[in-house]
Nanobody
Framework: QVQLVESGGGLVQAGDSLRLACAAS????????KGWFRQAPGKEREFVAT????????YYADSVKGRFTISRDNAKNTVYLQMNSLKPEDTAVYYC?????????????????WGQGTQVTVSS
């Protein structure tokens, strides 16, 4: 059974940092792009960041560019999201996902596997 399990969420204050991790089991995703998405209450799931299969390329939503960093460790079958200078508008459930291809993937429909999500709450 393939599983993606996120960890590292929590309640922090504005300006703080968090590091999310997403560990995969059941199969390896070393040839697949990975991504992070988030969904706030009453809103659609939105793209946050993506990384290609070997970590050589990354892409970010404008809203997090310069504050968030996506990385991966294929030996550990894990993808990370370092989040700095957090803002209240970053509050959401954060989901990791594994894409169908090895290239940067920005859209929900490009992903076949999803984690269950981890809550990030940023207070002002």
């Amino acid at each position: 059974q393939v599983q993606l399990v996120e960890s590292g969420g929590g309640l922090v204050q504005a300006g703080d940092s968090l590091r999310l991790a997403c560990a995969a089991s059941g199969r390896t995703f070393s040839s697949n792009a990975k991504g992070w998405f988030r969904q706030a209450p009453g809103k659609e799931r939105e793209f946050v960041a993506t990384i290609n299969w070997n970590g050589g390329s990354t892409y970010y939503a404008d809203s997090v560019k310069g504050r968030f960093t996506i990385s991966r460790d294929n030996a550990k079958n894990t993808v990370y999201l370092q989040m700095n200078s957090l803002k209240p508008e970053d509050t959401a459930v954060y989901y990791c996902a594994a894409a169908r291809t090895s290239s940067l993937s920005l859209r929900v429909y490009e992903y076949d596997y999803w984690g269950q999500g981890t809550q990030v709450t940023v207070s002002s």
